[in-house]
DNA sequence: ACTTGTTTAAAACATACGTTTCAAGCGATG
DNA sequence: CATCGCTTGAAACGTATGTTTTAAACAAGT
């Protein structure tokens, strides 16, 4: 039996907010061990090697995650209640909410991480995410479906893509944004507050007229 | 005086499509030369710096584009037609065609920088950005409020970069989300396309009641 | 044609990185 | 207590990177 997971665990920590601070590229194993206080030599030992421990971070955000989007789409399809739009919406925010409860800034970190994924043309990083993860999407995505059914599936897909760009874009970048908004408006805003600012930007969208 | 701007110019060009797809830390000064036949040591005689580099490739590339953009705004504003958030879209829009005529793929370049750009947290690319292009994106906010009165300046602003996160997402992808598109739906969808798919989503979301 | 300022070429430099190595440390098992 | 497998520690290795250096090539002015 293993010994010590909490090397393990120290390393993954330091590396998901280095990763999502900064970028794979830009963040060396030694500001992740000197981040975690453990040995240089520790992440290879562990993971293998660097390309491995990213996997690994979003493997550990990824399965938390999907997991209870999951869970509440599953809800959703056994309820009596009629699936709206927003109820779709709701049910992938309150996942994000639970980061944020187990972690500061957690949804900033985690969007900021898929950000960075889908930014990945080449790497395999994308294609892992999707191929291992793709089945959740294709879950909403029918939620979706079954929320607006006059809409053919192709513009499902599309502005399902635009909804993600909406999310992903302003939670990765709402700790700058929110500071511009306070210094500008004079009010700070939550990201709770945030997100339901969003979900009826995303759910107009949605039913727009083609 | 300058004798040869086009070694320059070389390295822009080249430079610019690595840093688009592959990122800025990922994206090797031999890397650059190499695809742009020119010397190793004439990016840091040219340019100074790779830092340096990266900002002139922004300048280039935002040049172009704010002046245009700033160009159909102030035609906007003088016109006697009354402003719509459909029309401030398509002053928006208009400039990133032309990009696209120029040069292929041009759109997705563009995008792709400046989603980098924007996940730059520490660097200084995005200050540097926000401070040299600020006042047209200040001026884009003022057409859409003057589109959406009744809207107060807070939300605009939220609304704003709701609306800036899908484009850039989702043009910054839309390579790889156009050939998804085709092999699920079978119908290729072009850039303009797609676009014109965007701008009733986002103007139906910018409506929303809050 | 010679000089001068600018640009290119090739090589070298210093450094930061991911990875490997190997010895020491540790914890459980007999 | 001795032994064995797992984990940590410190150091070294090889390599790729941004930058600098120095000389050659080049264009233009007088």
Known sequence: MSKKQE???RILDAAQVLFAERGFAETSLRAITTRANVNLASVNYHFGSKKSLIQAVF???LADFTKELSR???LMDASSEPVTIELVLEGLIEPLITINKQQANGISIF???LGRAYAETQGHLRRYVTERYGHVLEQFTAQ???AYPSLDMSQVFWRLHFMLGSLIFTLA???ALREISESDFGQKVSIEELIHQIIPFLA???RAEA
Do not use: C
Request: aromatic share 4%; glycine share 10%.
């Open 7 to 9: 090397t393990k665990a």
């Open 59 to 61: 493997d550990r955000f």
């Open 72 to 74: 509440e789409l599953r």
């Open 111 to 113: 969007m900021r991480l």
């Open 144 to 146: 979706l479906q079954k």
């Open 173 to 175: 970048g709402s700790e």
């Open 204 to 206: 107009a969208g949605m």
